[in-house]
């Protein structure tokens, strides 16, 4: 009798679990994944009540059929746990479905994509490949399967060298999804910096154009500023701003490694104290042989820290690849939290979806502290100080040390004085270029005026009648390139006005090695010439002849590559 009541409870149980199934499945399928993980968790708490009282000598096919349904219910589980980004948890339920059963195809194919997600290519990649041995057909997915395997060859070996190449993109015309990056972390580690608090210095020479990292955002958000000034566009800000923040508390949330590396970052205070974390916390691969600590932050502190390490994607020094500029965003990216500012950089950002891109934008020594700009630095020095202000900090970059103590000579207020009248341009930089002549500026520091009097420069250089009247008596545009590069590094306004010189007057292979140089150090080492050649000319009105635009032509028997 006993048995017999054991036996209907056991079949009610087992209504009980069938049903449950069929539920999650239904929900899972409708893609309703909140509350198919919700369903999914009441059968697999039951299924392992169920395992535990089965008897292994006395039941073995039922002990089967339940361990079967416990795998799929947890890939299932994985599955939706994966699409809410709850990466973490989903990682889980793969290793319990694994450990169940270490071929089932399905859990290989979400945990593949898991460690995708989270950059970890090459863990990704002998998921997929395991995947593939077992079921050569993949359940009819073998396309899907074969493309996730060519997408993590390629972005492990991007990961490994930093060689990534987005011309078929650009010569696409910036059409369909952005292309994927690969997370990487150059020869760089993170030290005591002289600037302020940590920075990030390079451990070799790195090469114009070349990679310093590129990084995934913890989390961007982006808004169109509604048309003019006042209470709208403050609004829109706003809401941009609060979005932000939840944003990066749910990404901080669901992944134990981001809340610590942003527990981190600096709040704005006590810079020189703050620890100096190790540099492959940041690589790809870390979380694999790392526990990090299930920390929370406080609101405050993420609030200060957002302050203060929160990059706009379209500042002056960062370019925006592949979206139309009506958009304004807002992310934050962990590794570049630790580059200062320098109004004398040696690198900047490209921003490609959701990535960020710090390249060399002049050459870098090996030792060097990486700096980009925060804000413009082709601005006067007046200019700056308002402008680091807003930012809640006094600049103690080089540049700046050396111009303050420049500040007070009167041939470089008369200059400033002809410029704030709206005087002859030319005159203000003849006079400039003479003081400097005397003797008083040499190397480096002459760049460090011209780029502080650039807005002077480019306006003369664009006109045609200045630069008749002054022939001689202000420098060529070539060598004041030069010197603003070794200054400033590249920067595309420079670019853009040696390029309208290119497409007026024509140049000849080394003006175009000049620009391609110069190119590379806005947009990295874009390897086919044609993309390079699109670049260089984004944002310049073309004059055309006959149709053609007017820049020199790369000969016929020139390779495509750069
Ligand atoms: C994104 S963090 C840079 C990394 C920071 N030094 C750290 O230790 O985490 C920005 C903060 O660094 C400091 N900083 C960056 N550039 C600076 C500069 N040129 N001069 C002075 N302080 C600077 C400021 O305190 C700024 O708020």
Known sequence: MIKKEQQLAEMGEETKMQQ????????????????????????????????????????????????????????????????????????????????????????????????????????????????????????????????????????????????????????????????????????????????????????KNIDVGALVLVTKAVATERCILPKGEGDLGENAQLVMWKNFIDKVNESASKCPKTQHLISKLSAGENEDDLEIPDISLFKPETEATHVFPNESLDVDKILSILDVNSLVEDAVSAKVLGRDGDFYGVGLWLLPSFINHSCSPNARRLHIGDYVIVLASREVKAGEEITFAYYDVLSPLSKRKDMEKTWGFYCKCKRCKYEEGMQSKPEIEEIKVVLERGLDVGCAIFRLEEYMKRGVVRGKEKG???????????????????????????????????????????????????????????????????????????????????????????????????????????????????
């Open 448 to 562: 460090y005026f011209r780029a502080s009097f650039w807005k002077a420069f480019s306006e003369a250089y664009q006109s045609e009648k200045t630069v008749r009247r002054w022939g001689r008596k202000i420098p060529a545009l070539e060598p004041l390139v030069e010197s603003l590069v070794e200054a400033v590094g590249s920067d595309e306004r420079v670019l853009k006005v040696l390029i309208r010189k290119l497409t007026k007057c024509g140049g000849g292979f080394g003006e175009m090695e000049r620009a391609i140089k110069l190119g590379r150090g806005v947009y990295g080492k874009v390897v086919k010439k044609q993309a390079m050649r699109i670049l260089l000319e984004l944002g310049i009105e073309k004059p055309t002849l006959n149709g053609l635009a007017m820049l020199p032509k790369f000969s016929q028997n020139e390779s495509d590559q750069l």
């Open 20 to 203: 449950l199934r069929s539920k999650a499945t239904e929900l899972l399928l409708r893609e309703d994944w909140r509350e198919s993980i919700q369903a999914y968790s009441t059968f697999i708490s039951l299924c392992q009540a169920q395992i535990s009282k089965t008897h292994r000598e006395s039941d073995p096919d039922n002990l089967s059929k339940l361990r079967k349904s416990l795998c799929l219910a947890l890939s299932n589980r994985a599955e939706a746990r994966f699409r809410l980004k709850e990466f973490r948890d989903a990682l889980k339920d793969c290793e319990d479905a694994l450990q169940i059963d270490g071929t089932h195809f399905k859990t290989l194919l979400c945990k593949g994509k898991i460690l995708l997600s989270l950059n970890r290519y090459s863990l990704a990649l002998g998921c997929f490949r395991e995947a593939l041995v077992l079921d050569p057909q993949c359940n009819g997915n073998l396309e899907m399967l074969n493309g996730f395997i060519d997408k993590c060859k390629k972005l492990d070996y991007v990961s490994r060298t930093g060689n990534f190449d987005v011309s078929d993109w650009v010569l696409s015309g910036f059409s369909g999804k952005c292309p994927d990056l690969g997370e990487f972390v150059g020869t760089v580690e993170i030290k005591r910096s002289e600037i302020s608090g940590r920075g990030l210095f390079s451990t």
